[in-house]
């Protein structure tokens, strides 16, 4: 079975600095997407960014950035130029030809003013 | 225009008793699915249908049965409520997988708001 890992429960950032999360999974297959999303306190699952496996280019929307690792399996979030607005769960998922979306645990990230 | 949308958005019941979550998607998804979170935010499928046939059946209690009447509803019905299906019921929706040229790059899930169900 596919499993994602958050190894981080919990990440603090002061705002407009940098932030990483990161995330790990296993799989042996090849052709894959990779997803964060963000769940703020309203409970709303957002879809922050998402990378293909077959990919070599790391994805950016905005602020946001992923350094994707494939032979590593690791698929880290930077966050940029922090805002309070970031403060929520982050979630780090997997979903694989023919298959369902496995997430990972969750980081709960604090933005501090 | 909500894209996938759940009701109730909460719910408070006694044990014992049945309820019904409801869910619709404008995206013309194929594909739709009832996730539960629990208590420490722990994400993890129930069920998925593909133009109404149940594809994913995850080790739940037959007291939850799934209903697709068309693509773009998939309800969730609660036989018997216990404390422990206390819980946030996300539906959520996306595209079919189509590998090749026509492939579509973007095979995330949308997600309805949530539906925090309180057994009391």
């Known amino acids: 079975a596919q499993t994602v890992t958050q190894s981080q429960p919990e990440m603090s950032v002061q705002e407009a600095e940098t932030v990483t999360l990161s995330c790990t999974y296993d799989?042996?297959?090849?052709?894959?997407?990779l997803f964060w999303y963000k769940q703020p306190p309203s409970r709303q699952m957002i879809l922050v960014i998402r990378q293909e496996a077959y990919k070599q280019q790391n994805a950016t929307e905005n602020r946001f950035s992923v350094n994707f690792q494939k032979a590593a399996k690791s698929f880290s979030l930077k966050i940029s130029d922090s805002q309070l607005g970031d403060a929520a769960m982050y979630f780090c998922?997997?979903?694989?030809?023919?298959?369902?979306?496995?997430f990972g645990a969750g980081t709960i990230l604090r933005v501090k003013s | 225009d909500t894209a996938v949308s759940q009701t109730p958005k909460y719910l408070v019941t006694q044990m014992g008793n049945d309820k019904s979550i409801k869910c619709e998607q404008n995206l013309g998804h194929d594909t739709m699915y009832w996730y539960k979170q629990d208590s420490k935010k722990f994400l993890k499928i129930m069920f998925s249908y593909n133009n109404k046939e149940l594809i994913i059946n995850e080790t739940v209690p037959n007291r939850f049965s799934p209903k697709s009447p068309d693509k773009a509803h998939l309800n969730l019905h609660i036989n018997s409520l216990e404390l422990g299906d206390s819980a946030v019921y996300f539906c959520a929706s996306s595209q079919d997988w189509v590998r090749g040229p026509n492939s579509i790059p973007n095979y995330g899930y949308t997600f309805g708001s949530g539906t925090r169900l309180t057994v009391v």
């Open positions: 799989t042996s297959e090849s052709d894959y997407y």
């Open positions: 998922a997997y979903r694989e030809y023919g298959n369902k979306l496995v």
